[in-house]
């Protein structure tokens, strides 16, 4: 069972605390690879040099122009602290031109916090290899975000856990954080992000893009799934769920 982060028991608060965005760059075409090789290079250990967790870096491999990451923050306070020390810094200062100049915009950003306690996204501590590394990770993630009524994140929270949940993780994904929108003022404005937003998200690991399409294809083929859970799952959405299939870079914590 699930401890929603308002508990205020054991390590809920520290928990709650927790802020992540999840960034969805769009791209010139063809400058994926080199913001990648500039990001894994230059932007991963210097970030977390000044308290920011760089959680996983991602192409999206449905759309050639696109580069997805998450990371975190201890709360919005120190994410403001944080990010005045990032880009205000040297590392920014000397590389920031050259990231921009492959991107078509940055301002696809949702800032979020775990739904429970327990649903954090994974530590990447001792998983990242060094710099220099160019393995490209096998695994697959699945982020799915599912746009909710104002206030509905409670009732689509039990939803989840009580109906789909079970269903995915019986067809074979492995869940590695749920997550919901931050409602909370944006604490350092030069970056924008998306206000207003109401967000239930889950992010899901497979081995392999093979595993992948053995996942769905076990939930085609379930009744209660296609008949009960899917149809109940869309009529609480406001708008279509949105689904990315992200494979990790070389130097991704998430892997």
Not at 43 to 56: N, P, R
Not at 81 to 97: C, D, E, I, R, T
Request: charged share 25%; proline share 7%.
């Amino acid at each position: 069972m699930m401890v929603p982060t308002n508990d205020t028991s054991g390590n809920a608060g520290a928990q709650a605390g927790i802020i992540t965005e999840l960034r969805c760059y769009r791209l010139y075409p063809e400058k994926r690879e080199d913001l990648i090789s500039l990001f894994d290079r230059e932007f991963v250990e210097t970030q977390e040099e000044v308290g920011i967790h760089v959680v996983g870096q991602f192409r999206d491999i449905d759309h050639p122009d696109t580069f997805v990451w998450l990371r975190e923050f201890a709360n919005m306070e120190a994410r403001a602290a944080a990010l005045q020390a990032f880009y205000g810094g040297p590392v920014w200062s000397k590389h920031g031109a050259q990231a921009n100049t492959t991107m078509r915009n940055s301002d696809n950003v949702l800032l979020l916090k775990p739904w429970a306690i327990d649903t954090a996204l994974p530590t990447s501590k001792g998983r990242r290899p060094a710099p220099g590394d160019s393995a490209v990770p096998c695994s697959l993630f699945v982020c799915s975000i599912c746009y909710l009524k104002p206030s509905g994140e409670k009732a689509f929270g039990d939803f989840f856990e009580q109906k789909v949940r079970p269903e995915l993780l019986e067809a074979g994904a492995e869940i590695v954080g749920v997550m919901v929108s931050a409602h909370t003022p944006n604490t350092w404005p030069r970056l924008p992000v998306r206000e207003g937003e109401n967000v239930f998200i889950w992010l899901t690991r497979f081995s392999s893009v093979g595993d992948y399409s053995i996942y769905t294809g076990r939930l085609a083929q379930s009744g209660t799934w296609r008949d009960i859970i899917a149809p109940e799952l869309d009529m609480l959405l406001w708008r279509p769920m949105e689904m990315s299939r992200l494979s990790p870079t070389s130097r991704s914590g998430l892997r």
